[in-house]
Structure formats: C-alpha cells, structure tokens
C-alpha cells in the first residue's frame, strides 16, 4: 500500500530536550516536505526537500533541521524544542518537486507538545 | 503572492441536504487547485484538484468542486451530506513561485453534518 509513515504519532517533551520525527514514502518519490498545523493558520510548510541531499527552507524553518540522506526517509529534528513549538506536524511526498500536477500524499500527523 | 482564503471556519449541513465548503485564491498565473479532507487523528486525504479543462470536478466520496475563474473561487460541494462527511476540509493551491512544488492553504472549514 502506497504511504507516507510519520513516527511517533504523539509526543510530549521537555523545552530543550533534543527529538526527532521520522518520515518515510514507500512510493518512490522525489519531493518530500514538512508542514505544521496551527488552528485558524491551515498548514504551513517548514523544509522541504526536492530529491536526495537537496533540502531547503520554507515558510516557518526557525527552530527546525532536516535531512535527506535517502530518497524514502525525510526526518525533521528539532534540536532545542520550545513550547512555540507546539503543533500538529505533517510529512508530505509527491512524485516530483517541479513542473508537477499531481497531488501529494501525507502522513498520518505527528502531535507534539513542548511543556 | 498566492493566497487561500475559505472564509468559513465552521459549515453546518443537516444530512440529506447539499453541503458547499467555499473556497477563494489569489495566484499569477493559471491556479492549480486541491481540495484534502481531515478526518479525527487521520492525515490529510486527497479528495480532488483542477488543473485544467473541465470547471467542475469530480472527486473522492462524492465530492465535487466547482472552479469559476471569474470569482476565483473553487467551491466543494456535495448533493446529498453523511454524517460521515463531517471532518476538517482544506482548500489548497500549487505555489509556482520558484518553480517548485509547494502546496499554499487555507485555515480549514469544519464541516459538521447532523442526523
């Protein structure tokens, strides 16, 4: 079955306590990407990646890395969490980054909270 | 820059009846357009997009969207509501800024459909 696989799918952390959230596509795609839902903003989207060890920041990237060792795993750390952070985060591939029509396809959402 | 607005946070449909979740955009260029749908502690689901042709479109679970350019508008729509429709619904457009494959939403409508 075609996914995209976040882990974990919730998590409650200490302020400053170094964590990561795994992402991985069984699909094959070249276009991976975060995203943090806030109520009343939708989805803003944090790094994305276009293709293996190409990764770039989006619209909110202050406090977060990424990585893009493998075409299937796009991990988002946060590497000294504050409370700020606090969100629903998604994961998202499409088949490519450019000249592209074709949906994406999302995790299943990771919740986080800072304390 | 482009931009998603769905001016409702909240829609409320009595099931049976029709249902419109109303979306707006703001682009350069011809918009691409796509409708996800939230249910409960799920991901995001695609539920249709318009990129060309046809100014309505059909989706996943009966769902059906009516793009008008005039009014830029892409409105969702249903004939008949669920109760089962009742989730969280994002409006999106394909950002073609940089040429990449960037997602811009909007903050979501509730739809809740009563028995």
């Known amino acids: 079955e075609a996914q995209v696989t976040q882990n974990p799918r919730y998590l409650i952390t200490v302020t400053g306590k170094k964590l990561t959230v795994t992402c991985s596509q069984n699909?094959?795609?070249?276009?991976m990407s975060w995203y943090r839902q806030d109520p009343g903003l939708g989805l803003r989207q944090i790094y994305y990646?276009?293709?293996?060890?190409?990764?770039d920041k989006g619209d909110v990237p202050e406090g977060y890395k990424v990585s893009r060792k493998e075409k299937r795993n796009f991990p988002l750390i946060l590497e000294s969490p504050s409370p700020n952070q606090t969100s629903l985060y998604f994961c998202?591939?499409?088949?490519?980054?450019?000249?592209?029509?074709?949906?994406?396809?999302f995790g299943q959402g990771t919740r986080l909270t800072v304390v | 820059a482009q931009s998603v607005a769905q001016p409702e946070d909240q829609v409320n449909v009595a099931e049976g009846n029709p249902l419109t979740v109303k979306c707006t955009y703001s682009?350069?260029?011809?918009?691409?357009l796509f409708w996800y749908v939230q249910y409960p502690n799920r991901g995001l689901q695609f539920l249709l997009k318009?990129?060309?042709?046809?100014?309505l479109v059909k989706g996943s679970y009966g769902f059906e969207a009516e793009f008008n350019k005039s009014q830029t508008s892409f409105h969702l729509k249903k004939p008949s509501a669920l109760v089962s429709d009742s989730a969280l619904y994002f409006c999106?457009?394909?950002?073609?800024?940089?040429?990449?494959?960037?997602?811009?939403f909007g903050a979501g409508t509730r739809l809740a459909v009563h028995p």
């Open positions: 990646s276009m293709n293996v060890e190409v990764t």
């Open positions: 998202a591939s499409s088949l490519r980054g450019r000249n592209s029509n074709t949906e994406a396809f």
């Open positions: 682009v350069s260029g011809n918009p691409y």
């Open positions: 318009y990129i060309t042709g046809d100014n």
């Open positions: 699909m094959n795609h070249e276009y």
């Open positions: 999106a457009v394909r950002d073609i800024a940089g040429g990449y494959n960037k997602l811009i």
